[in-house]
């Protein structure tokens, strides 16, 4: 079994900067691309990032691009997310997980973290 755990959520102004980590355990995991998504209330889950093994390629959802930097150590076995210039509306649990490859579908990552929450007050 593999298990994801998230830290480095919080409170933080609008235009602040916040770094998500997620550290992966458990079972010889392989390779794999780590992947961001996040979720607000009453909202469905939304995609924000994923990295591919190498991390040679990132792909961001398109509200991302330029303030958010997905990034990872595979020696640790962790993925990041680094997001800066937040927004209220960034306001979410944000999940990482990992699956065999890069998608923006959840659907396709079989590992997943429990969520931390970021909240961005204006």
């Known amino acids: 079994q593999v298990q994801l755990v998230e830290s480095g959520g919080g409170l933080v102004q609008a235009g602040g900067s916040l770094r998500l980590s997620c550290a992966a355990s458990?079972?010889?995991?392989?390779?794999?691309?780590w992947g961001w998504f996040r979720q607000a209330p009453g909202k469905e889950r939304e995609f924000v990032a994923t990295?591919?093994?190498?991390?040679?390629?990132?792909y961001y959802a398109e509200s991302m691009k330029g303030r958010f930097t997905i990034s990872r150590d595979n020696a640790k076995n962790m993925g990041y997310l680094q997001m800066n210039s937040l927004k209220p509306e960034d306001t979410a649990v944000y999940y990482c997980?990992?699956?065999?490859?890069?998608?923006?579908?959840?659907?396709?990552?079989?590992?997943w973290g429990q969520g931390t929450q970021v909240t961005v007050s204006s």
């Open positions: 997980a990992i699956g065999a490859f890069t998608s923006s579908r959840s659907r396709e990552y079989g590992y």
């Open positions: 458990g079972r010889t995991l392989g390779t794999y691309a």
């Open positions: 990295i591919t093994w190498s991390g040679t390629s990132t």
